[in-house]
């Protein structure tokens, strides 16, 4: 799609050809390519301590659902109109068992069955034909994950070893303000662009290091060696940068496909394997929201600013003012910048972006592999379905 030649010919921008953007890359819709390839995944849609008897409006995938929890503690994700006459279930009230419809009173267990019809005229004889649509769930990690695929496809919802085996004083923090963005709530913007940006490690030395300051830390600003490596589950880079004190800093940061990203501090103040994974979630088309689970000790020193990430020009993401944002640019203007969804036939991808073009290719790999009724890349079928992360800072003391 991309033609390195495209703007050589122009006599001036009037003479450019119409843009588009990649949709085998960017769709997230039901019936569209990738969007039945995002299907064959489980997706964090919100977090545990946010679901509670008070139903909720989700929008996962371009689709728009009710997450509620019974009090009986099960979560549930049902479709919003009722199977009856279809007003929505977000005013319904949940109970013991299920969530009942505001309009005639019909009672839906988690998994969409009907348990009463008090207007009918045995209202606990109910016909089994009356099923409302309905998504599973399963909760990890302080996060609901929603399976939204071919109930025939359904893998296991995959562990990550550095959230695993939590000694007595270790706990997880879930965070589902998009840590990796400055902590904006919605990323407005297509996923893709957001989550590619992990592969594409040299913006470090311009937009988190010079350009607006150093958001980080010196040491991210230093020159590197990159390299890219496939794994079994999705690929990585190998950072490597010297220090002043002759050892080496090697920083790995790493994708799973589709859209799991797994990278260490970039403030170096935790070193050793990285200590989160976060998840990229397609709300729609253009509006993106990224869950984060952290592990720490008690012992820790927890940071208070735990989603804020950078700071830009000595305050959080949050706190600048339009003329701010223009001054001290982050990862969200960057990726919101490139537009609601970027355009592919304008780009002209160089020698930097090999990270970018790798990750492009496993995304359309894992598209055909759905297509053709195969599994997709990191989909597991048996235990343990555990991804061994690779993601970490270390220091290589000099040879
Ligand atoms: S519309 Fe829901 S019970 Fe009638
Ligand atoms: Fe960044």
């Known amino acids: 799609m991309q033609d390195a030649n495209r703007y050589k010919e122009l006599r001036s921008a009037y003479d450019m050809p119409p843009p588009s953007s990649d949709p085998l890359l960017t769709e997230v819709n039901k019936g569209t390519a990738t969007g039945e390839m995002l299907r064959c995944y489980w997706h964090p849609i919100e977090l545990s301590e946010a679901v509670k008897d008070v139903p909720l409006k989700v929008r996962v995938l371009g689709e728009d659902l ?10 549930g994700l049902l479709h919003p109109r009722c199977c009856h006459r279809g007003t929505t279930l977000y005013y319904g009230r949940t109970e013991e068992t299920g969530i009942r419809c505001c309009y005639h009173g019909w009672l839906f267990d988690p998994q969409g069955i009907c348990l009463e ?83 594409d490690p040299y913006h470090v030395l311009i937009l988190h290091s010079s350009f607006s300051t150093v958001q980080f830390t010196p040491e991210m600003g230093r020159n590197m060696r990159v390299s890219f490596h496939n794994t079994d589950t999705g690929l990585h880079s190998v950072q490597l940068r010297d220090l002043e004190d002759g050892s080496t800093l090697r920083r790995l940061s790493e994708l799973v496909i589709p859209n799991v990203r797994i990278v260490a501090d970039p403030r170096l103040k935790i070193m050793g394997p990285t200590n989160n994974v976060a998840w990229t979630l397609p709300i729609d088309d253009v509006t993106t929201r990224i869950f984060t689970v952290f592990r720490f000790s008690e012992n820790d020193d927890i940071p208070t600013n735990i989603g804020g990430g950078a700071m830009y020009g000595g305050k959080t993401w949050y706190e600048l003012d339009e003329p701010g944002h223009q001054k001290y640019p982050g990862d969200y203007e960057a990726q919101v910048g490139q537009g609601e969804v970027t355009l592919h036939s304008e780009e002209h991808l160089a020698f930097s972006d090999e990270g970018v073009r790798m990750f492009r290719k496993l995304i359309k790999a894992a598209v055909r592999d759905v297509e053709n009724d195969n599994d997709p890349i990191a989909t597991f079928r048996s235990d343990p379905a555990t991804i061994n992360c690779v993601a970490g800072n270390f220091i290589d003391e000099e040879a």
């Open 117 to 199: 019809q008090p207007c009918e005229p045995d209202p606990n004889h109910v016909n089994a034909r009356y099923r409302q649509p309905w998504y599973p769930l399963e909760e990890r990690y302080g996060l609901v994950f929603a399976y939204l695929g071919p109930p025939d496809r359904k893998p296991l919802l995959p562990k990550y070893d550095v959230l695993e085996n939590l000694a007595p004083e270790d706990l997880l923090i879930s965070h589902g303000d998009s840590v990796g963005s400055g902590g904006a709530k919605r990323i407005h913007c297509n996923w893709f662009q957001t989550h590619e940006n992990v592969m």
């Open 66 to 75: 009710i997450l509620f929890r019974t009090k009986n503690g099960a979560p």
